[in-house]
Antibody, heavy 117, light 107 residues
Framework: QAQLVESGGDVVQPGRSLRLSCAAS????????IHWVRQAPGKGLEWVAVMSSDGTNEYYADSVKGRFTISRDNFKNTVFLQMNSLRPDDTAVYYC??????????WGQGTLVTVSS | DIQMTQSPSTLSVSVGDRVTITCRASQNINSWLAWYQQKPGKAPNLLIY???NLESGVSSRFSGSGSGTEFTLTITSVQPGDCATYYCQQYNRYSFTFGQGTKLEIK
């Protein structure tokens, strides 16, 4: 059974950096692209970034372009989201999700990032 | 960027009612549309993909239809466990956008 588990969420000050991890199991990790999606408190879902299965292509939402970097280690079945120059409006639960030939499935349980002084 | 507009934003219905949620895309996305259910404090769960295909394990009370720019999610005979927020999402090429969500409440 495919499963994703996020970690790394924390409380950080504006302008600081944080790296999130997403550990995968139960499927052939190197076959699938992985997304990051976030949800601010009480708000809807916002797609953040995606990395292709082989790590050669990456795409970002305009709101994080130039500040966030997605990467993956196919030997460790893990995807990372490096978040720099964090702002209060980056406060959200961050989910990773498998790109299942179109829709996102499954999703991890999420990890909370709070940007506050 | 492709914008997704859901309506209504909230729905208050009785157990057993039939519910329809609409999602409109700002441009043609063919059938590259999914519907998700999200309960409070939980991750979204895939219900429908490619506009009308029911995800394995999801109740047949859920169905999806549409193509191009207009899509619907229908829930027949709403049950208390269907209380959740429902999101549509387009996945056309490397572009991924969610609707703003529809919160379903039981009277």
């Amino acid at each position: 059974q495919a499963q994703l588990v996020e970690s790394g969420g924390d409380v950080v000050q504006p302008g600081r950096s944080l790296r999130l991890s997403c550990a995968a199991s139960g499927f052939i990790f190197s076959n699938d692209a992985i997304h990051w999606v976030r949800q601010a408190p009480g708000k809807g879902l916002e797609w953040v970034a995606v990395m292709s299965s082989d790590g050669t292509n990456e795409y970002y939402a305009d709101s994080v372009k130039g500040r966030f970097t997605i990467s993956r280690d196919n030997f460790k079945n893990t995807v990372f989201l490096q978040m720099n120059s964090l702002r209060p409006d980056d406060t959200a639960v961050y989910y990773c999700a498998r790109y299942n030939s179109g829709p996102f499935d499954p999703w991890g349980q999420g990890t909370l990032v709070t940007v506050s002084s | 960027d492709i914008q997704m507009t859901q309506s209504p934003s909230t729905l208050s219905v009785s157990v057993g009612d039939r519910v329809t949620i609409t999602c409109r895309a700002s441009q043609n996305i063919n059938s590259w549309l999914a519907w998700y259910q999200q309960k409070p404090g939980k991750a979204p769960n895939l219900l429908i993909y490619d506009a009308s295909n029911l995800e394995s394990g999801v109740s047949s009370r859920f169905s999806g239809s549409g193509s191009g720019t207009e899509f619907t999610l229908t829930i027949t005979s709403v049950q208390p466990g269907d209380c959740a927020t429902y999101y549509c999402q387009q996945y056309n090429r490397y572009s991924f956008t969610f609707g703003q969500g529809t919160k379903l409440e039981i009277k």
